[in-house]
């Protein structure tokens, strides 16, 4: 048997993961939210987590770090060619398995017991979109910046945030706005959280 | 039987829901994505309709206005308290259920039944989401003029597409700022987003 668990912030879809996965007889399938605490000492050891790229990665998460330190087995992350910042941070962050949204339903039944045997599991689907995000052209500092002003902090809070000039943090922005292809910073903002960068 | 149809543009969690629906025996489950073409003449008709409500009113979604038109049954609407806007739109659309992403996989079977026999669900969590959603402070313009500008749009096309002048555009940004209690345009764009209106 593997024993598998589901992560997903959204109670009715997590069931229906479960449900799902509970079609094959050889896994032993249970869930929890992304915010919930340490599994109990008693607790056998999980094979494999299955968890939705959005919940860890997504905009606004912050169960990444704490998620990824509690974590005792291996990692199937869910999500599209369409974000391959998730992509890129779940596969940098050792995720062995990365599974597309709209693969069907035995794609992700395979994958899991291919990690669960230790291996690595790539829907072809998204190796493309992970090949791409691989040249994401902004440096980290380009996208903290970012990052802060989307999330609505004004340019002098990101400025003293980062420790940096506001002179500084205006010419991260333009860079950004020019190496993305953006029309201005609020486009910029929007085609980064669109792929998953922020 | 429930001739139940299940829309949402992930694959993986369109299979997931409609196994979990079909563990209700007097339920007859199908699924199409929100862009499929209208049903076939052939096909029996549809008692209800189960959305994700992200997939026909979030943001970049086109699908709202063909997909009403063509759907034949009656609608339950998938959405979180989290987001106002997409509550008050699939009610104000005709929904007749209104199902928490956080509630009992029950639940989703009991609203599935409810709706079937022409009669309104709604989950209690969602209530008080819905009321907040009506006093939405934003007039229709001020909506548009931020949900252009959320595209990534300057103002200059801002203006030319809703056929006012640049100064006009700028004082409903700067209401619109204003009452939904942002810092900033950036800021007022996160606030309607995760809300669900733009």
């Not at 339903?105 to 190796?127: N, Y």
């Not at 910046?145 to 922005?173: C, D, K, M, W």
């Not at 020019?178 to 959280?193: M, P, S, T």
């Amino acid at each position: 048997m593997v024993r598998t668990v589901v992560v997903h912030d959204e109670e009715l879809l997590r069931s229906a993961l479960v449900q799902l996965l509970r079609s094959d007889a050889a896994l032993e399938v249970s869930s929890r939210a992304p915010g919930a605490g340490l599994p109990d000492r008693d607790e056998l050891p999980t094979d494999v987590w299955v968890v939705d790229g959005d919940c860890l990665w997504g905009p606004g998460q912050t169960h990444d770090t704490s998620f990824r330190a509690q974590r005792g087995g291996r990692l199937v992350v869910l999500t599209t060619a369409r974000r391959p910042g998730i992509l890129r941070r779940a596969f940098d962050g050792g995720a062995l398995g990365l599974v597309d949204k709209n693969a069907p339903a035995r794609r992700l039944i395979t994958a899991v017991h291919t990690v669960a045997k230790g291996e690595r599991f790539l829907d072809e689907t998204l190796s493309v979109a992970l090949l791409e995000g691989a040249a994401m052209p902004l440096t980290t500092r380009e996208l903290s910046v970012l990052s802060l002003a989307s999330q609505g902090a004004p340019l002098a809070e990101v400025a003293a945030r980062l420790h940096l000039s506001r002179g500084t943090v205006r010419n991260y922005i333009a860079a950004a706005i020019r190496k993305v292809g953006a029309r201005n910073r609020v486009d910029a903002i929007r085609i980064l959280q669109s792929g998953g960068w922020t």
